[in-house]
């Protein structure tokens, strides 16, 4: 059935429309626009506004270009970018909201196709060869998470694996994906292990309440993030007595947890955004407020923060180590990226578009 669209509304879209491209103008160009030229920005935009945008820093020219996509290619993204990962020459932009994965040339934004096969609450992709890839989905209740396996050749989802509750970030150790499973809009305590030779899940790892990221160290241990489970009073307020903390893991070469330490208290800002520096040597991650870094050699968490600020995302920058804290102080105005290197001194900030969530490197 096809929907009607009022003159007023659609006068109201042609004339945004005409400022939105208007503001693309002033953004500077890239000179180059892939691997260690520069680095992409997700800005998720505001759920059900359509106003999610990528944006661009240009390591020469040291400045940021917006709305990349939409300036290249004369449409908009969509509704919620949830995230964007660069795999060969490709950038595959995950657009939760919209139900589908934008492709685009990685150099000059141009678009090649949009994946929508079998697609319903898309999270975030992973190349696992020149012709296969994984996607992780939410599935349409938020409860029956799995991941498409994707024929990057004709770009259609050719398997659906079940692996539970939301399903969200992955890692690629080899052979094997790692999917933490962060609960979507119920609870999950699992890992679970694909081996992408078969596309099965062969195994399941359990950690704290609601795993959302994981990381690869030196040493070949997985570190874990559980975000722990919120449990909710009849005013909404968070039900302490109720709700589980949030959880770091280390999973040892056997994929067994080896350690487990939680964090001191229940809160909405619970932690997240796992990262990892480029040696393997030190943990980043988003709690309470602020970035907090951890050795893979401590036993016990930190006590201390690298950065207090209450930041959205996070993302250390591969080439150098900066660590990279998008800030957003709403869903429906310009965010910011702050770059600082490992010693915590700022580097730079720059605007970006509505509610930065991390980066895509190349």
């Known amino acids: 059935m096809k929907l009607r669209v009022s003159r007023s509304v659609m006068f109201v879209f042609i004339i945004v429309t005409a400022i939105f491209f208007q503001s693309c103008k002033d953004d500077p160009k890239p000179t180059m626009q892939q691997g260690d030229a520069g680095f992409f920005v997700v800005n998720e935009g505001g759920f059900g506004n359509s106003n999610t945008s990528i944006s661009f820093y240009d390591r020469k020219a040291n400045a940021v270009t917006n709305n990349v996509f939409t300036a290249k290619n004369n449409r908009p993204l969509g509704d919620q970018t949830q995230s964007m990962t660069v795999f060969g020459n490709n950038g595959y932009i995950v657009v939760q909201n919209s139900k589908k994965v934008e492709v685009i040339d990685a150099t000059d934004f141009s678009s090649l196709a949009t994946i929508t096969d079998g697609i319903t609450s898309p999270r975030y992709f992973i190349g696992i060869s020149t012709t296969k890839a994984y996607l992780s989905d939410w599935g349409v209740d938020g409860l029956t998470g799995t991941v498409k396996v994707i024929d990057l050749t004709t770009n259609k989802v050719t398997k659906t694996i079940a692996t539970g509750v939301g399903s969200n970030k992955m890692l690629k150790v080899g052979s094997l994906i790692y999917v933490a499973n962060a609960g979507g809009y119920g609870k999950d305590n699992t890992v679970k292990i694909i081996d ?28 874990v993030v559980a975000g722990g489970a919120l449990a909710y009073n009849v005013d909404y307020s968070v039900d302490e007595a109720n709700s589980t903390k949030g959880s770091i893991s280390k999973i040892n070469a056997s994929n067994k947890e080896a350690l487990r330490l939680t ?57 150098n180590g900066d660590v990279i804290g998008c800030q957003a102080p709403n869903f429906s105005s310009a965010g910011n990226i702050d770059v600082y290197d490992a010693t915590g001194n700022l580097k730079k900030s720059f605007t970006v578009g509505i509610a930065p969530s991390g980066c895509a490197f190349k």
Request: charged content about 15%; proline content about 6%.
């Open 196 to 223: 992408t030779t078969t596309d099965a899940v062969i195994g399941s790892i359990t950690t704290g309440d609601n795993p959302n990221s994981l990381q690869l160290d030196k040493d070949g241990n997985i570190w």
């Open 263 to 319: 964090v001191d208290k229940v809160t909405l800002d619970s932690p997240s955004n796992l990262n990892i520096s480029p040696d393997g040597k030190t943990l980043y991650y988003i709690y309470n407020g602020a970035i907090y870094l951890m050795l893979t050699t401590a036993t016990t968490l930190p006590t201390s923060a690298f950065k207090i600020k209450n930041y959205y995302g996070l993302a250390i920058d591969p080439t």
